[in-house]
């Protein structure tokens, strides 16, 4: 009896594809091995940048960050200060802790503690933000979700990568997923 050719040659042809699936998971956990941890964003941070208004006059901004390493996650602490036209100072601190989330490099922030005393996210339907964090390969991402009264949703996105003596920080704002402003600068690490 005489067996089709496309019999013979599924077996190496499934086999060939074991090898590449091999190979690409092999590729992918290496590249998952690369990935930083949160020690090595651990550390103070600063900067400035320059803000542009809509009218074309610029907002100078004093930037800080604090990353401090916790047994089941991390805080991050960060300032922004402005100087007003008149030599006033104004800064705005914002510090939230996070957790490991269950899923690789995912945290997820413990803004308030529910009824039995776990720290938890906040929500986003009574309007606080909800707040979580990644790390992929080397930058530490923080993402903010803000759903407005009338169901307009905004997004904050703060992305921290590692660099030479510090990092490299770009922030972006989207509302309804438009772009709304972005930022870049570099914070020195102390």
Known sequence: MRVPIYLRTAAPMRAFSAVLLAAGLSVFAAA????????DFAGEYSGSVEIVKADGDTDP????VVIREMKKGFTIKWTSTTEKDDGRRKSKTYQIEFQKAGRNGVYTSAMT???FGHSVPLDPMKGEPFVWGRITGDTLTVFSLFIHPNGDYEMQ?????LAEGGLDLVYVSRLNGEPQRKLATFLTKH
């Open 61 to 64: 901004r004093d930037m800080s």
């Open 113 to 115: 503690r529910n009824v």
């Open 32 to 39: 998952q091995g690369l990935a930083a941890g949160i020690s």
């Open 157 to 161: 996105q703060y992305d921290r990568t």
